[in-house]
C-alpha cells in the first residue's frame, strides 16, 4: 500500500579523522564532539562504551550491525559524497530504544545511500542510554539542535547548503527526527550554557545558528503514538510552523509501532503541511536502509523521488557550483515563520491550504 499526500509541492578545537565503518568506500570522515567542553548534563553513566552486539542479534542490510551503548561523548561525523556533491546534507540519527544505536545498519549504511545521491551525511552519536526523554530529559534533543547547529556552522568548510540540510532518522532515531522537526529551537536547551560552544553567528552579528531542519525522512518511526491504544499522536510531536516536508516509511506488521506513522502523518495532513507516507504489508520493525529480497527493499528509491520533487537534490546530477562544491538547486517558495518569544511554545501550523509551504 502506498499513501501520497499533503503535497503543496505535493509535496572548536577538536577534529578527529576516522575511518569508515562500512564495506564500500567512503570519502575519509571528520569527526567533531558536540559539546567540547563537556555535555550540558552530568552522564548518566560511568561505564565505557562498548558494542554490545549478539549473534543472535537480528541482520539490519542483510548483515549484522555495530550496537553501541554507554555513549556519553556525543559526536558528529562527517561523510563527504565522494563525487557529484550537490549541496544537500541530512543529519542522521541511528535508532535503538534509546538504550544504543544500530550505528552501522541505521547509520554509516544510510551514509553510504545518501554520498550515492551526492548528499553530505552528518551522522550523530547521541546520548545513550538516558533516563527519560524530552521533556523531562532534554538530553536527546540537546545533542540534536547541537547537530544542526554544528552543520550550519560548518557550512562553508563542508560544502554543504546552509537551507538544505535535513534529517533521517530510524525508530527511536525517527522520534529524535519528528522530535526536532517540530522542536528546533526548545527555549530551553537554547539557554543552556553548552550552546555557545558552537559559534553563534549566523549572519548579523549576535544572530543565533538556527536548528531547523529543511526536510525530514522518518523510518519505521517509534515512541509517537499514545499507548495503548495508540490511535493519537502525543501532543510533544504536534506539527507547527518550524515543521519540515516529510517522508515517512512504516510496515503494517510492525507489531508494537507500526500505527506511529499514519497518526504522525494524519496530523501533518490536517495542519497542511507537504507530506507522503509508504506503508508496506511486510518488513516488521527495523529492515533498515536495504533490507534484502524484500518488497521494502527499494523504498530508498522512493525516497530519492522525494527529495527531487521538493528540490532538496537536483533532478540530475551534473556540475558543480563554483567555489563550493554544491550544485544550485532553486528553492521552493515559501514564508518563514518568526520564531517564538522567549518564554512562549511553538506556534501551532497554519492550516489555511492556499498558504506557501514552509521555508526550504
Known amino acids: 500500500m502506498h499513501i501520497r499526500g499533503s503535497m503543496l509541492v505535493l509535496s572548536f578545537s577538536m577534529v578527529l579523522a576516522l575511518p569508515a565503518l562500512t564495506a564500500c568506500t567512503q570519502a575519509q570522515q571528520t569527526v567533531l564532539p558536540l559539546w567540547p567542553r563537556g555535555t550540558p548534563e552530568p552522564a548518566q553513566t560511568t561505564a565505557p562504551e562498548t558494542d554490545v552486539t549478539k549473534p543472535t542479534d537480528g541482520l539490519i542490510n542483510g548483515h549484522r550491525t555495530v550496537r553501541l551503548t554507554n555513549v556519553t561523548v556525543p559526536t558528529l561525523s562527517v561523510y563527504p559524497p565522494a563525487h557529484g556533491n550537490n549541496g544537500a546534507s541530512a543529519v542522521v540519527f541511528p535508532g535503538g ?3 544504543r544505536l544500530a550505528w552501522t545498519g541505521e547509520g554509516t549504511d544510510t551514509c553510504e545511500w545518501l554520498n550515492s545521491l551526492g548528499m553530505t551525511c552528518l551522522l550523530v552519536k547521541y546520548r545513550v542510554p538516558e533516563k527519560g526523554h524530552y521533556p523531562d530529559n532534554p538530553a536527546d534533543l540537546e545533542d540534536a539542535q547541537q547537530a ?3 552543520a550550519r556552522a560548518h557550512a562553508a568548510e563542508w560544502h554543504i547548503d546552509r537551507n538544505r540540510i535535513g534529517v533521517v532518522g530510524f525508530s527511536a532515531g525517527g522520534n529524535l527526527a519528528v522530535l526536532l522537526s517540530s522542536h528546533p529551537d526548545d527555549n530551553h536547551v537554547g539557554s543552556t550554557p553548552a ?13 543565533p545558528i538556527d536548528a531547523r ?12 503514538a499514545v499507548p495503548p491504544a495508540e490511535t493519537e499522536l502525543d501532543p510533544v510531536y504536534t506539527p507547527n510552523d518550524f515543521t519540515p516536508p516529510t517522508f515517512l516509511i512504516q510496515a503494517e506488521n510492525d507489531r508494537n509501532y507500526g500505527h506511529n506513522g499514519l ?7 490536517d495542519a497542511g503541511h507537504p507530506a ?17 529480497g524484500t518488497p521494502e527493499e527499494h523504498w530508498t528509491d522512493l525516497a530519492a523521488t522525494w527529495l527531487r520533487e521538493i528540490h532538496a ?14 550544485t544550485a538547486v532553486s528553492p521552493v517558495p515559501c514564508i518563514a515563520p518568526a520564531p517564538p518569544q522567549p ?3 511553538p506556534r501551532p501550523a497554519d492550516t489555511n491550504s492556499s498558504s506557501p509551504p514552509p521555508c526550504f
Not at 550552546?195 to 544572530?207: F, K, R, Y
Not at 507516507?277 to 533490507?291: D, E, I, N, R
Not at 537534490?313 to 554544491?326: F, L, N, Y
Open 213 to 224: 531542519v529543511n526536510f525530514a525522512i522518518v523510518v519505521y518511526p517509534a515512541y509517537l
Open 263 to 269: 497518526v504522525y502523518y494524519r496530523a501533518l495532513m
Open 195 to 207: 550552546v555557545p560552544q558552537v559559534p553563534m553567528q549566523s549572519g548579523a552579528p549576535g544572530e
Open 313 to 326: 537534490i537536483p533532478e540530475h546530477r551534473g556540475s558543480t557550483g563554483t567555489g563550493t562544491g554544491a
Open 276 to 292: 507522503q507516507l509508504h506503508y508496506y504489508a511486510t518488513g516488521g520493525h527495523g529492515f533498515g536502509v536495504h533490507p534484502v
Open 97 to 99: 530504544g534509546y538504550i
Open 148 to 150: 544542526v547547529r554544528l
Open 343 to 345: 518564554g512562549q511554545p
